[in-house]
């Protein structure tokens, strides 16, 4: 194995012929790593943190570069307290109060004895925030939004490296905010993928001599210094960026389940194991909503041929799922719930036909608002949308169409995705329920129902 961060130090040793020898072997030969990807549920108290560090500890050889999320359900509480600031309810500090006790309880649940330098640290993170909250909240939302947010990822990645130091596993904390560059589309940034690319590959290689390499997912940074994130669930597109930036033998999630199911497990008891799936078909099921890969992290591994690895942190030596070019012979049914939807429906007020004009305003409008538009349908006098419930983005996109459309919003709907499923399948979902819409496109079904149906 070569390790181009050991080649760059012993340069200075050799001769001008050996020095022309080092500089074609560093072009010549990959960097040799893999890279793995720890969620929350991996990560959310400290006995889960002695679980992932004995996984990262056998699996050394392999050269990783950790990238790891907000411990447990981080983000939603960080959430909560951007809510709480923008809402003026004088309850921003008390909710970040729960972040700093939960974090606190597994730092000392974690350490023997005081960790005088993280716990400064530690301190230094959450006073960046209180400042911002101490401040009146007039800015963008979406802006602030992030820069509170990112806190669960700065916490979770500064308590494992300690950790991992602590027990003789050395390991450089790299701020990926260095690395990662994208514009200022706060809360779903877009990468700037050649200077995030070239950033990668100077700043990572030499961080990695001797010593593994540990980041957040989620974040990025504008040119103007702004941290940025990259959408929830981002984490496992953070990993992405890095294998394909690196050339990554392989890349690993670990999950709390045994792989990638052909369904979600809390909603259907007998979801089984997918061994093997193809990219594209992870692209179609978490594009429509499997929550156990974000839907960005394929593109990149697909472009480099990278293969995929979903395993479980509970059953480390288990396989899980393979994720590669190859088309396995069939599928199962596989079944996708996307919960928290709302449709809208569009009535055309003049009586003009909702024609291609008014198609490209009204998908101009919900690219404006940053709606995510999950399925539409449309009749002479009307337009349907199933759109992911979100309030702010909702009442604003209402108010800008209000003029020419009467508005209807049917809100707690799911929205259930059948993948390579039969007649009597979508039958057995669908008889003795209200369906508001239904579409079928080759071997895939939607159908749009009340949140409060149970499936299985
Ligand atoms: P992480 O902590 O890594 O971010 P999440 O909790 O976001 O993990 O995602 C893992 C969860 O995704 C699982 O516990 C499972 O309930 C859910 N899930 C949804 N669809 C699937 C699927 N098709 N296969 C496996 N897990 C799924
Ligand atoms: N912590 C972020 C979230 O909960 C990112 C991630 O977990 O991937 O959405
Ligand atoms: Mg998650």
New binding site residues.
Partial sequence: MINIANLEKKIVYFSATDYNFAIFSYKTFKLQMKVFKF??ASVKDAKSIKNVADIIKNNLKDNPLIVI??AGK??NALEKVVNEYFNNSGNAFEALEDVKKMHYDIINELFDAENEDLTAEINDMFVDVEWILEETAVGSFDQTYDQIVCL??LLSTKIVSAYLNSIGIQSNWLDVRDCILTDNNYRDANLDWEETSRRIRKTVPPLMNNALVLTQ??LGNTSENFTTTLG?????YTAAIFSYCLDATSMTIWKDVAGVLNADPRIFQNATLLKEISYSEAIEMTYYGAQVI?PKTLQPLKNKNIPLFVKSFLQPDNEGTIVTDKEPSNYPPVFVVKENQALLNFYSKSFNFVDEYKFSKLFDAFAHHRIKVNMTQNTALSFSVCVNHDERKMTALCEELEIEYNIEIISDLKLLTIRHGNAQIIEEFTKNRKIYLEEKIRSNVQIIMNSNEILA
């Fill in positions: 969620g929350g999320s907000a981080t983000t669960g990822e997912g989620f929830r669930e981002g984490s496992d974000h």
